[in-house]
């Protein structure tokens, strides 16, 4: 891998917030990408996730192809900075990605990802601080001293969590995998920020991230993300922990917007838009008829 950066010239900045900078730079005469952390907000252990992400990522399909997307060829990183391969393309509006590519890549996903041997996944585990990710979210919303939700949802979603959360099977993840991390080149897509790919996410966590956010936090596309996700449990067959699993899923997006619409500026999200009351009303209604679904709240 080649290691010569101290010349890198910078073409243009693409995009940046508190988190990271990403910019076409050129790099020993070639047009590459160059993700650069944000001192002080991000480092080596964001870096090197996505390093490795990438690098995971391209073992696992390399074999594979009929996924219907790339991932750009990681070309060098270091604590601060990681470039990867140029892509001459845009990020495209959701209302320009077909269904269909959203389905089929959910689908291929799973079908290759999938292991001969069930693993819990990762919210089966104790994280760094010994937390269970029940615990965490607890602790984390009822530190703002604001009833955000009214507890008795609160704890019967902590609840319902904490009682299925085995169910959750363990698969390689994105975990992004939105329009937004998306680039177009006019023939073919390419995913990119692969920061949260890791093999112990619960299964069903891209689709349900990225349908049940857009519910949320754009409601006029509800009928198009619930249609998705029932395309893609229909195409890979549903089983009876299906719903349960997802539940989980759906139970976690909704309390991590609200801790993200809560603490702007974060280390872990990019979120700058501030919680307002009818994205929390509809966070609040939907946790509800999740967690209604399971008797909890009968």
């Given at each position: 891998m080649k290691n010569d950066t101290a010349n890198l010239k910078t073409i243009r900045v693409i995009r940046q917030n508190h988190r990271f900078a990403v910019s076409e730079v050129g790099w020993l005469g070639e047009r590459v990408f160059c993700k650069q952390s944000q001192p002080g907000v991000t480092g080596k252990d964001e870096i090197l996730r996505e390093a490795n992400g990438l690098r995971t990522f391209?073992?696992?399909?390399?074999?594979?192809?009929?996924?219907?997307?790339?991932?750009?060829?990681?070309?060098y990183h270091d604590d601060v900075k990681i470039l990867t391969q140029f892509i001459d393309g845009w990020t495209p509006e959701l209302a320009d990605v077909p269904d269909d590519f959203f389905v089929q890549s959910f689908v291929q996903m799973d079908r290759y990802f999938r292991s001969q041997k069930r693993r819990r996944s990762r919210w089966s585990q104790q994280n760094k601080d010994g937390e269970y990710i029940w615990q965490k979210l607890e602790r984390i919303i009822s530190g703002f001293n604001l009833e955000v939700i009214p507890p008795e949802i609160f704890r019967a979603s902590l609840d319902f969590l904490r009682n299925n959360h085995s169910l959750c099977e363990a698969r390689p993840m994105h975990a992004d995998f939105t329009e937004n991390n998306l680039l177009y080149d006019g023939d073919k897509y390419w995913l990119v920020d692969f920061e949260s790919f890791r093999d112990d996410w619960p299964r069903w966590y891209d689709v349900v991230n990225f349908t049940y956010n857009r519910e949320m936090e754009r409601p006029e596309t509800a009928k198009r993300m619930c249609n998705i996700r029932r395309l893609v449990i229909e195409q890979l067959?549903?089983?009876?922990?299906?719903?349960?699993?997802?539940?989980?899923?759906?139970?976690?997006?909704?309390l991590s917007l609200i801790i993200e619409r809560m603490t702007l500026g974060g280390r872990n999200h990019a979120v700058i838009v501030p919680l307002d009351n009818a994205l929390r009303q509809r966070i609040i209604k939907s946790l509800a008829a999740t967690i209604n679904g399971g008797g909890l709240l009968s």
């Open positions: 391209d073992k696992l399909t390399r074999n594979f192809n009929d996924i219907p997307f790339s991932a750009p060829k990681l070309l067959g549903e089983e009876p922990t299906t719903q349960r699993e997802i539940a989980c899923i759906k139970i976690v997006r909704g």
